[in-house]
């Protein structure tokens, strides 16, 4: 059972567009978000993350907007670079007690690359 | 960003051999480590998450005695594949969480096991 879902296994950008990257969740004990970006060798690095407290969460030209109830977040990247081209994972988590407090759970990645 | 290195990074190994995965936090203490594996095109799973000094604790479906894990310092956890089989193939990534912040959790850069 998938309880986050990335749609879209690849997306291909023009340099100085938007990009945006889509994530969907069904597990209503979710309720912090976190989106990593991972270049190939390397293990992820984290990105930006929200509460489910808040609907956007900004930082330079990442955004993250999320949607509780339609269960979805996206991470929108403007002006997207070349050097963004990676893959990106979003991933969840619950924070209030219990045995799945801390554990992340990861989409399947989205390839994003991002054309000169 | 705070440093976790894997060892090794690729190892293929023999159908029925054991091999030991290394997970180290280079410049800070982890008291949490978390052990993931990753198929083709499919999400980070998590296996099992270890705290120092004490017993994993492993997701459902995860066999602790075929994946034995043993964090015994602050900045070291090993991950066994024992009498490993084809299937066991895949790639596994380490993470450490320094505090208790969701984005205070670093990757190691994962590694490749190939069993023939």
């Known amino acids: 059972d998938q309880q986050v879902k990335q749609n879209s296994p690849s997306l291909s950008v023009q340099e100085g567009r938007i990009s945006i990257l889509n994530c969907d969740y069904t597990n209503s004990m979710f309720d912090y978000f976190l989106w990593y970006k991972k270049y190939p060798a390397e293990g992820p690095t984290f990105l930006i993350s929200i509460s489910s407290i808040k609907d956007k969460n900004e930082d330079g030209r990442f955004t993250v907007f999320l949607n509780k109830s339609a269960k979805h977040l996206s991470l929108h990247i403007v002006p997207s670079q070349p050097g963004d081209s990676a893959v990106y994972f979003c991933?969840?988590?619950?924070?209030?007690?219990?045995?799945?407090?801390?554990?992340?759970?990861f989409g399947q990645g989205t390839i994003l690359t991002v054309h000169p | 960003g705070a440093v976790v290195s894997q060892h090794p990074s690729r190892v293929i190994c023999k159908s029925g051999t054991s091999v030991k995965i290394e997970c180290r936090s280079l410049?800070?203490?982890?008291?949490?480590m978390f052990w993931y594996r990753q198929f083709p095109k499919k999400s980070l799973m998590l296996m099992a998450t270890?705290?120092?000094?004490?017993?994993?604790?492993?997701e459902q479906g995860v066999e602790k005695d075929k994946f034995l894990i043993n964090h015994a310092s602050l900045t070291l956890s090993t991950l066994t594949v024992t009498s490993a089989h084809p299937e066991d193939s895949s790639f596994y990534i380490c993470s450490a969480r320094q505090g208790l912040a969701y984005n205070e959790q670093f990757f190691g850069p994962g590694t490749r096991l190939t069993v023939l």
């Open positions: 270890s705290n120092e000094g004490s017993k994993a604790t492993y």
């Open positions: 410049d800070f203490q982890a008291t949490t």
């Open positions: 991933a969840a988590t619950p924070r209030r007690g219990g045995t799945s407090y801390g554990k992340l759970t």
